[in-house]
C-alpha cells in the first residue's frame, strides 16, 4: 500500500509563508495528476489544489493567488507553496492521487496552525 508521508508544516503567523513537501513512493508517478488535500478540526478533508502528469494547476477559490503547487516527477516530490496564510488556512495537510482512488491510503499529514 502506497505510503505519502508529508512534510513542512508548523506554527506560523498569519501573513506568513510554509512549503509543504509530499514524498510519493509511486511506481510512474509522473503519469498521475496529485492533489493536496487538508482537514480542518471538525471538518471534512477537502481538495486545496491538485496538478496534472503535464503540470496543469488548478486550486479552490479559497486559496488562488496564495497556494502554488508543483511537482518534481525526478524527485517523486509534491510540493505545496503557501503564501498569505491566514487562521482558516489552519488543518492537517496531505497529498494524494487526484482522484482520489475507491480506497484510499493516507498518510500521517503535516500540520499547519496559523495563529498570531
Known amino acids: 500500500q502506497v505510503q505519502f508521508v508529508e512534510s513542512g508544516g508548523g506554527l506560523v503567523q498569519p501573513g506568513g509563508s510554509l512549503r509543504l513537501s509530499c514524498a510519493a513512493p509511486?511506481?510512474?508517478?509522473?503519469?498521475?495528476?496529485m492533489g493536496w488535500y487538508r482537514q480542518a478540526p471538525g471538518k471534512q478533508r477537502e481538495l486545496v489544489a491538485s496538478?496534472?502528469?503535464?503540470?496543469?494547476?488548478n486550486s479552490v477559490d479559497s486559496v488562488k493567488g496564495r497556494f502554488t503547487i508543483s511537482r518534481d516527477n525526478a524527485k517523486n516530490t509534491l510540493y505545496l507553496q503557501m503564501n498569505s496564510l491566514n487562521t482558516e488556512d489552519t488543518a492537517n495537510y496531505y497529498c494524494?492521487?487526484?482522484?482520489?482512488?475507491?480506497?484510499?491510503?493516507w498518510g500521517q499529514g503535516t500540520q499547519v496552525a496559523v495563529s498570531s
Open positions: 509511486i511506481r510512474s508517478f509522473s503519469m498521475y495528476t
Open positions: 494524494n492521487l487526484f482522484p482520489l482512488p475507491q480506497q484510499p491510503a
Open positions: 496538478i496534472t502528469a503535464s503540470g496543469r494547476a
